[in-house]
Structures are given as C-alpha cells and as structure tokens.
C-alpha cells in the first residue's frame, strides 16, 4: 500500500486515518500484534484500535505509541527547537561575553597614532 502525502489541504480525518495507517504498519514491521503494542505502551488495546483506525487521541497516547515504535525521533525532526529572533539575539547580545579580553597596554614611548597630515 503506497503512502499517502500529507499536506495541508487535506481534511483532518484523512490526515489521521494516514497517520493510523501508517501506525499499523509500523507495528506489523516490528511485528507486534495490537496487544503487544498496547501493552507495551501502557495502553489500553481498543485505545491502539481507534488510533489505527483514524481516531483522535490525546497527545500523550501518540507519544507512548512512538516510543514502542521508534518513532520519537521523527517529532524532533518534524518539530524542530524554536531558534532565537533578532530581537532575542540583540539582547543576548550584550550580555554573551562575561569578560573582556586583556589587551596589552601602549608602553609611554610610543606615539599616539594619527592621520598623518603632518
């Protein structure tokens, strides 16, 4: 069964009946019957039943599921850490360095520097 792509336009019930689909299918990868995956996740097994099946589930349901399957990384991927705005970096900006770096002192007998139209 090919993979449906997931985007934007399509209706949530389709998303989650690919989701539920795809799911299924990674449990029969690792060959786990819908018991031995519930169990594993500490769900109930008709709660696995609904998943499958294109059912909402609550948040944490989905990540019990994902880590029987391996799947967490996934998340991080599709779910990458926030980076800091420009705003957020000018602040930090001056606050990054906690000491200045020594710089070495003109001894008393050099002569200042100028432009030179002497």
Not at 62 to 77: E, G, S
Not at 95 to 117: C, F, I, L, M, V
Request: no cysteine; net charge positive; charged share 30%.
């Amino acid at each position: 069964m090919k993979n449906m792509k997931i985007i934007s336009t399509l209706a949530d019930e389709t998303i989650l009946a690919e989701v539920g689909e795809r799911i299924a299918r990674r449990r029969l990868e690792y060959q786990l019957t819908q018991a031995a995956l519930a169990r594993q996740a500490g769900i109930a097994k008709r709660t696995l039943e609904r998943v499958e099946a294109g059912e909402t589930a609550q948040m944490n349901t989905i990540i019990r599921i994902f880590r029987v399957l391996d799947l967490l990384p996934n998340l991080d991927q599709m779910l990458p850490a926030s980076k800091p705005g420009p705003l957020e970096l000018m602040k930090r900006k001056g606050k990054a360095r906690k000491r200045a770096s020594s710089q070495q002192h003109k001894s008393a007998t050099e002569e200042p520097w100028t432009w030179g139209d002497d």
